[in-house]
């Protein structure tokens, strides 16, 4: 029963000189027993170190599990906030958002989880952080809880659960001192405080530490003139970099810093300082800009060292930081950050070209068809390039190249190639820009090779990854132009790492002759490319014998007419309408001759569909020295056409047929093939394909020319059942027809059922494994008869309606080996038990429990049978601790305690359980289940581990 239950990051430690306000830290506590607590007080008041007490409060004596994240600049920006909350969690996500902190939140079930923000205020009202927390504060798992500490409200509504009194407010009044709390303190120190300081926390506590003072300016003074010359130089460094290392603040200050031990300094659990608010009303900090913004900018924190010149009011640095914000992000800016800082810009500095291009990308990030992005960005990058910033101007025509592709604006991508022209190739970046923009237009020129020598001298590696990234899926593209697909996908596997990524590199390798999967979306990021991504896979599964009913409208471009032709000519032929497919490329070639270069080279990306539908075409690739990737696509072609004519020479590889032909056209080959003995292609087609496959052959069967070819397919290649079947091995075995069980004989039969249960559990079945466990004390040949007969029973059981002679659909015998058609029309229980493993699925998965799995085979599988159980127990946990955090802790003890009846010992349902009855507020259940833990404990002789211990302490006090 050991769970790790620590989850406290960057929390400030109490200072010695405070004095512990038990009232206060009893008060906090009790953030356990409400959804959301707020705290919210001007500065001084004292509040984190308030909830820094509460939580090491928590650690004596743990109700739950605690996790700190102080909120800071960049926090208004959603992912950046959520990747904090969840690196705060231990829960590092690709993609940061409000369902997966919420999921995390889940995952600490059944221990409570307290999630403290402290200085919410730095995440103002409106923006995308605020609505991430309003977000995860309205779907708060039942075991969650919030509490948002800052000198405002947050900037998100809570009224619903203010009225359902599930909000704890503690204010200004709550965390003042008290008379006796600040009497106490005084003759801790021995000394007296002259004048009502109203419990203001931070100044009776600054005033304490520099005597007698008449005012807050006074007392800080007198603190500041005690410090030496290193130490206040190092007070105001932190001050300016907000919160920082020792290193860090030595490299501003310029003195080494060992410990910074000053009034309102606070020590985070991490090693880094931070100053209390108040001291920057007190220190000059205007020298120490430059060198804090630049600790800043290295760290990566763009967004900290914006808000330390927007302060300061330095635009001229504000504007190198803007730049700098665009270069290192381009089309994942956060927009949120960069539009604090263009309203924070006074009106006769945001005509200033690094505001303009600021403004462009804000722009672009909200809506990049915005035809305004474009004015923008070329005002911003004349004005660079006239000041002699190369550096910038390359910035903005990235950020131009990024729009362009967004849309798809090959004339805007002109434009910008000639502007390119203008820029110094002396920095990497530059190069980039130059070889990369350079790439385009010779790729627009119908010249991908010209385009590669570009793209092999742009230093990618030397520039800002979002910059690089766009480069090298242009790399990609180029080389898939070429016909060099496997090249094209091993770069992108290589080099990138995202869905798009995956998705390109698939579709390269199916062009290059790869029969590969696709998986995700076949959505982008631009209209346009999801109307590439929707040409690429009409063609591809037009393969497989699918059309699409969607239009592809007439395109205005040479590049996009050529995708649109593609999709509408294989959709044609899949529907057997060959002649319009020779009329839409017959139309194609009228609008782009073949002579259109670029129009030419992006009809080779589909090289055998116009290599068989276009004389024209077909005469030109002929004579054509042509890529690895579109020979293969010429010679499947050229395969396809000379079956036609008779000439059965060419043994077209299985994968090709697949990947360069439409079905009709693959299927027709392999009829052909089949007539004259090689059945290969036909059986290949049907196991990879599925139902389309034999579709196709009987409608070729009505063709006298093919007949022959597809009634020896259809003798040989079985067709499937035409009802699905179901296997049910969880508990005592049942054979489905149409979801409904079937009564036959065959099922009363103990080895026909060992065997289906052998088949079911073990993928591919060895003959002479299934003679060792069913048949050991038989001599082989008894024991191969019985195999035999048993195998035609499971025939008859699974496809009764076969005919006799009549190859099995679902039950096939290769060589040494049985096994079953798993997928499509024929399914087991297992099989989905082993799949839903997401945690919506987990109710189904469970539902499919009817008992101990595959009784007739206990002794013979034992260990696998284990295996099973034990995956069940696991689900009736996770479905449980769902529950729980959906309130429902009444069906969660009752899954705890069916994980129980099978495993007695397990630690994870002995917690759930008594976090269920505990939730419930059920004292007799509480009672009963943590004597079950008791008695567990004990007859294992071992001790709770931490979460165990703090369910068992509050079972206590719930019993």
């Excluded at 992912?79 to 600490?108: C, F, T």
């Excluded at 032929?573 to 017959?586: H, P």
């Excluded at 009709?664 to 496959?693: F, K």
């Excluded at 002679?805 to 297992?830: F, H, K, M």
Aim: glycine share 6%; proline share 6%.
């Amino acid at each position: 029963m050991g769970d790790d239950t620590t989850g406290l990051r960057a929390v400030p430690r109490p200072l010695e000189v405070e004095l512990p306000r038990l009232r206060l830290v009893d008060r906090l506590r009790a953030r356990w027993c409400r959804p959301v607590t707020l705290v919210v007080a001007g500065a001084g008041f004292g509040k984190t170190t308030a909830l820094a007490q509460a939580v090491r409060a928590n650690l004596l004596e743990p109700r739950g599990v605690d996790v700190w994240v102080t909120c800071g600049p960049g926090h208004e920006d959603a992912a950046r906030l959520a990747q904090a909350i969840l690196d705060a969690l231990d829960s590092p996500s690709p993609d940061p958002g409000a369902p997966e902190v919420l999921a995390a939140l889940r995952r600490r079930a059944p221990l409570d989880v307290c999630l403290l923000l402290d200085d919410v205020h730095e995440i103002p009202a409106g923006s995308p952080g605020a609505a991430l927390l309003g977000a995860v504060a309205r779907a708060l798992p039942d075991t969650a809880h919030l509490v948002l500490s800052g000198r405002c409200a947050p900037g998100f509504p809570l009224a619903r659960r203010e009225a359902a009194g599930e909000v704890a407010a503690i204010g200004t009044a709550d965390l003042a001192f008290s008379g006796a709390e600040t009497a106490a303190l005084a003759r801790r120190f021995g000394r007296e405080l002259p004048e009502d300081l109203n419990g203001w926390p931070a100044l009776v506590r600054l005033s304490l530490t520099a005597g007698p003072a008449a005012s807050w300016r006074y007392a800080a003074e007198e603190v500041l003139s005690s410090l030496t010359e290193p130490v206040r130089a190092a007070l105001a460094a932190l001050v300016a970099l907000g919160c920082a290392t020792g290193d860090e603040i030595s490299t501003v200050s310029g003195t080494p810093v060992k410990q910074l031990e000053v009034p309102l300094v606070d020590r985070l659990d991490d090693g880094r300082y931070r100053a209390h608010d108040l001291w920057a009303n007190l220190l000059p900090t205007d020298h120490l800009r430059d060198k804090a913004v630049e600790v800043l900018c290295a760290r990566g924190d763009l967004a900290a060292a914006g808000r330390v010149v927007c302060r300061a009011r330095d635009w001229e640095l504000l504007a190198r930081l803007a730049i700098e914000l665009v270069r290192t992000t381009l089309s994942v800016l956060p927009w949120a950050t960069a539009q604090r800082w263009l309203d924070a810009v006074p009106a006769q500095h945001a005509d200033e070209p690094a505001f303009l291009l600021l403004r462009a990308a804000v722009v672009h990030a909200r809506d990049f068809t915005d035809p305004s992005i474009d004015c923008l960005v070329d005002r911003a990058c004349a004005q660079l390039l006239e000041a002699g910033d190369h550096d910038g101007a390359a910035v903005a025509l990235g950020q131009a190249v990024i729009t362009a592709h967004s849309r798809g604006d090959l004339v805007r991508l002109a434009t910008v190639a000639h502007q390119a022209q203008r820029l110094d190739a002396s920095t990497p970046v530059l190069r980039l820009l130059r070889h990369s923009v350079a790439a385009v237009v010779a790729e627009l020129a119908g010249d991908p090779e010209q385009a590669l020598v570009h793209l092999a001298q742009a230093p990618t590696s030397e520039v800002p990854q979002a910059l690089a990234v766009s480069t090298i899926r242009f790399h990609v593209h180029c080389l898939s132009m070429c016909g060099r697909g496997r090249e094209a996908a091993e770069l992108a596997e290589r080099m990138l790492d995202d869905d798009l990524a995956r998705r390109h590199a698939a579709a390269a390798r199916w062009f290059d002759g790869e029969a590969v999967e696709f998986h995700g979306s076949d959505a982008d990021s631009t209209a346009r490319g999801e109307f590439v991504a929707r040409a690429l896979h009409t063609v591809i599964a037009a393969s497989f014998g699918d059309t699409t009913t969607q239009p592809f409208a007439e395109q205005d471009n040479p590049r996009d007419a050529v995708l649109a032709c593609a999709a509408q000519a294989a959709v044609a032929v899949t529907r057997g309408e060959e002649d319009l497919a020779r009329d839409i490329y017959k139309q194609h070639l009228a609008r782009w001759p073949v002579d259109v270069k670029l129009a030419e080279r992006h009809l080779r990306r589909f090289l055998t569909l116009g290599y068989v539908l276009s004389d024209e075409l077909r005469e030109r690739w002929d004579s054509t020295d042509l890529g690895p990737s579109h020979r293969r696509a010429r010679a499947a072609g050229r395969a396809f056409l000379q079956a036609r004519q008779g000439d059965l020479r060419t043994n077209l590889p299985e994968e090709h047929a697949l990947c360069f032909l439409p079905l009709p056209w693959s299927v027709e080959l392999a009829v052909r093939h089949a007539a004259a003995g090689r059945t290969t292609l036909g059986i290949w087609l049907a196991d990879r394909v599925g139902p389309a496959v034999h579709r196709q052959f009987r409608e070729l069967a009505r063709d006298p020319g093919l007949a022959a070819g597809a009634a020896k397919l259809l003798a040989t290649v079985p067709a499937p059942p035409e009802h699905p079947i179901g296997i049910e091995v969880i508990g005592p075995m049942r054979v489905t027809r149409d979801g409904v069980a079937v009564d036959a004989p065959q099922l009363r039969r103990v080895r026909v059922r060992q065997l289906l249960g052998l088949l079911v559990l073990r993928p591919v079945l060895g003959r002479e494994q299934a003679v060792d466990l069913l048949w050991p004390d038989l001599d082989p040949a008894s024991a191969a008869r019985n195999l035999r007969v048993t195998m035609t029973h499971l025939r008859r059981l699974l496809e009764p309606d076969r005919a006799g002679g009549e190859a099995s659909y679902c039950l096939r015998g290769d060589g040494d080996t049985i096994r079953l058609v798993r997928g499509g029309v024929l399914t087991a229980d297992l099989w989905s038990f082993h799949e839903l493993s997401d945690a919506d699925q987990l109710s189904e998965a469970v539902a499919l429990w009817r008992g101990e799995p595959l009784p007739d085979l206990i002794e013979e599988c034992e260990a696998e049978i284990g295996h099973v159980r034990a995956r069940y127990v696991q689900n009736l946990l996770a479905l449980g601790e769902l529950r729980l955090v959906s309130a429902d802790p009444a069906e969660a003890w009752r899954l705890a305690d069916r994980a129980l009846t099978l495993e007695p010992f397990e630690p994870r349902a002995h917690r759930l359980a008594l976090a269920a009855a505990l939730r419930a507020r059920n004292p007799q259940r509480t009672v009963e289940t943590r004597a079950r833990v008791l008695d567990s404990l004990r007859q294992l002789g071992v001790r709770p581990d931490p979460a165990t211990e703090i369910l068992l302490r509050q079972s206590v006090t719930g019993s």
